[in-house]
């Protein structure tokens, strides 16, 4: 009795609140997103939304359970956990139902489960369990292959999915891995590369006419551009040695990245990503095709106003504009009957959720706790700004949810656990020698 006392004591219960208030949130804007006059109770479970009750009865059910758990039994059986995942994602792509183009769920009667909702957890458990191990150094190649490893196979397996959003949030754990001493070189060298495949994808069909009737294609002119970039920073650190060295790589590298994005968008991307990436860079107009749901999007967005259209009055949302609006599109929801206010009030929510989530990390004594909350704040991150993005335009169409918001079982489920175990670690934290 006393233990259970000293447990609920411990317990963070702002961010066990937040997570209330986001579900809670969630849950009325899946019943404005999808509502149907012939339904119109809330509990109605034939419904999406009176089904999502039953995933947030559930999901409360499995935090509850997982509060309840000695937190030693993360750590002891991090690595098992993640092997359980593994398999799973490898079973899916042989047994799996397909939906939406994606063989990612396991169907058993009318109930359907994503593995691929619970591996981000289960990546982020084994990648702690690793990091907080004595003696590993990020310094060290052997750990950064390792570490590289245990993010990059189930990304790899969610690819063969046909899953790519959810394969691309594994980048998240980056920056864990720059938390515990990965160079920032890293990330500035991923930060480049990203820009220099998006400069590449918008000039390289261009044609520049240069004096004596000289025309070069756009790639070469990124080269040539790139070339008198690198001469500058040579002439003014002409003294050290190895500059030329570091040059030479860098120019061979980029030239390399160049070469391949036209093979990567055509061969690698599908072609209804590839047209994505193309409308929001504005080098393509289909805005009955790839640009419909982005631009219905920001029409209801955008109607919302200061202070929204009001509860269930959104015309967008009523009469079915936004496809995936109880999903991927659940933030348009919000923007249309809530506004400008209801809008700011949610990411509000979301960066207090965040910064809540870093400070506890910062008060762990555990290794291994830091680590996996620093994961949490990443996935948690990733999944927000980038949800948020696709419905304003500014990211591509990935298809993925918004954290406690979007519609499904699976995903309710899968950031409960990723959450509710950091909390678990946190009620425990004093009792860390």
């Not at 060290?140 to 899953?163: E, M, R, V, Y």
């Not at 700011?344 to 996996?372: D, E, G, P």
């Amino acid at each position: 009795m006393r233990g259970n006392r000293k447990l609920i004591d411990n317990i963070d219960w702002m961010l066990v609140s937040i997570y209330f208030i986001l579900i809670i949130a969630g849950w009325l804007n899946i019943y404005a997103a999808v509502y149907n006059e012939e339904f119109k109770s809330i509990f109605d479970t034939t419904q999406s939304y009176g089904k999502q009750l039953i995933w947030i009865g559930t999901a409360t059910a499995i935090a509850t359970i997982i509060l309840l758990i000695d937190e030693r039994f993360f750590a002891t059986f991090g690595y098992f956990i993640y092997g359980i995942i593994i398999l799973l994602l490898i079973i899916v792509i042989v047994i799996g139902t397909e939906t939406k183009g994606a063989t990612s769920w396991f169907e058993v009667g009318g109930f359907k489960i994503q593995p691929s909702e619970f591996a981000k957890f289960a990546t982020n458990l084994a990648l702690a369990k690793f990091l907080s191990t004595l003696n590993i150094k990020m310094s060290d190649l052997k750990t950064k292959l390792i570490a590289i490893f245990i993010i990059g196979l189930p990304a790899i397996l969610i690819l063969l999915q046909n899953d790519t959003g959810s394969a691309l949030v594994y980048a998240a754990f980056v920056f864990v891995l720059y938390r515990e001493g990965l160079s920032g070189s890293f990330l500035v060298i991923g930060l480049v590369t990203a820009f220099l495949f998006v400069i590449t994808l918008v000039f390289q069909n261009e044609v520049y006419h240069l004096p004596f009737e000289i025309e070069i294609g756009g790639n070469l002119m990124l080269v040539l551009v790139l070339a008198l970039i690198l001469a500058a920073i040579y002439y003014f650190n002409r003294k050290k040695k190895k500059i030329i060295l570091l040059l030479s790589v860098i120019f061979i590298a980029s030239i390399g990245l160049i070469k391949s994005v036209d093979y990567v968008f055509t061969d690698v991307l599908s072609p209804h990503q590839s047209k994505r990436i193309n409308v929001m860079l504005g080098l393509e107009s289909d805005p009955k095709g790839a640009g419909y749901n982005v631009n219905q999007s920001l029409i209801a967005i955008g109607s919302g106003g200061f202070s929204g259209k009001g509860f269930l009055q959104g015309t967008q949302t009523k009469y079915d504009f936004v496809p995936e609006q109880s999903t991927d599109f659940i933030f348009c929801t919000i923007g249309e009957e809530w506004g400008f206010l209801g809008s700011i009030v949610v990411i509000a929510l979301f960066m207090t959720l965040l910064l809540r989530i870093l400070f506890l990390c910062s008060r762990q004594r555990s290794s291994f706790a830091r680590i996996y909350g620093y994961g949490v704040a990443s996935i948690l991150f990733f999944h927000f700004t980038i949800n948020i993005g696709m419905t304003i335009g500014l990211v591509p169409v990935i298809g993925i949810p918004l954290p406690f918001f979007s519609y499904g079982g699976s995903s309710l489920w899968g950031f409960t656990i990723l959450l509710f175990v950091f909390i678990r670690m946190d009620a425990d934290r004093l009792d860390v020698l």
